[in-house]
């Protein structure tokens, strides 16, 4: 099984969205040995954005040698993708949306063509067949009541994943993080609990 990982947190071992990826992935050596995991992390190691001087490299047809080390970039996390039969994104909540990090892997491994394409009944993903692992740590409560209309996050992921034609997604929710300790420790408790499970028995499916 090759599973990618996909962390994009700014705040490295504080944080709450790379604890519960370490966990899971603790879970899945335990439940399947026969696994590769390639970790992309563009928290620490962040994404160059796309410029005037590169985004050709996405939307045309690369010829400088700034658009050519891009689409170089592009080749290699969109081939990350294809090779994964799993695929973790570790997502906090900044500003009520993604990191721009994050922002930055989706500008580059969405490519017409490759990862999605144009139809006459509009876009199709191209990534099918893959399970997909959300995880998303908020500071709030989002996913329902009067929060839920700031939520940027999850809707945007939803909308991106589908895009590409990841539409088999579990989303594993640490939230209320600012509400104390206890229920920052609870929330983190119950999301690292749904990924074991998940560890053992839904991705076992996926392989």
């Given at each position: 099984?090759n599973?990618l990982v996909?962390?994009?947190s700014a705040?490295?071992?504080?944080?709450?969205?790379?604890?519960?990826v370490?966990r899971?992935?603790e879970?899945?050596?335990?439940h399947?040995?026969?696994?590769?995991?390639?970790?992309?992390d563009?928290?620490a190691?962040?994404?160059?954005h796309?410029?005037?001087?590169?985004?050709a490299?996405?939307?045309g047809?690369?010829?400088t040698p700034?658009?050519?080390?891009?689409?170089n970039?592009?080749?290699e996390?969109?081939a990350?993708?294809?090779?994964?039969?799993v695929?973790v994104i570790a997502s906090p909540?900044y500003?009520?949306g993604?990191s721009?990090?994050?922002k930055?892997?989706f500008?580059?491994v969405?490519?017409?063509g490759?990862?999605?394409r144009?139809?006459?009944?509009?876009?199709?993903?191209l990534?099918?067949g893959k399970?997909t692992v959300?995880?998303?740590?908020?500071?709030?409560?989002?996913?329902e009541?009067?929060?839920?209309v700031?939520?940027?996050?999850e809707?945007?992921l939803r909308?991106?994943l589908?895009?590409i034609?990841?539409?088999?997604?579990?989303?594993?929710?640490?939230?209320?993080?600012?509400?104390?300790?206890?229920?920052?420790?609870?929330?983190?408790?119950?999301?690292?609990e749904?990924l074991?499970?998940?560890?053992?028995d839904?991705l076992?499916?996926?392989?």
């Open positions: 099984m599973i996909v962390s994009s705040n490295g071992d504080a944080s709450v969205s790379n604890g519960l370490g899971f992935v879970s899945v050596r335990e399947e040995r026969a696994v590769n995991i390639v970790t992309r563009v928290g190691h962040p994404l160059p796309l410029t005037n001087e590169t985004v490299a996405i939307k047809a690369p010829v700034a658009e050519l080390e891009a689409r970039l592009s080749d996390l969109i990350e993708l294809q090779q994964a039969d695929i909540m500003n009520f993604i721009s990090t994050l930055s892997w500008d580059h969405a490519r017409a490759v990862t999605f144009y139809t006459e009944n509009g876009p199709e993903g990534l099918k399970k959300a995880i998303l740590s908020r500071a709030g409560f989002y996913s009541g009067p929060g839920s700031m939520d940027g996050q809707p945007y909308a991106m589908g895009f034609g990841l539409d088999d997604v579990a989303w594993i929710r640490a939230e209320k993080l600012a509400f104390g300790p206890e229920a920052a420790g609870q929330a983190i408790e119950e999301a690292a749904a074991g499970l998940i560890a053992r839904a076992p499916l996926a392989a």
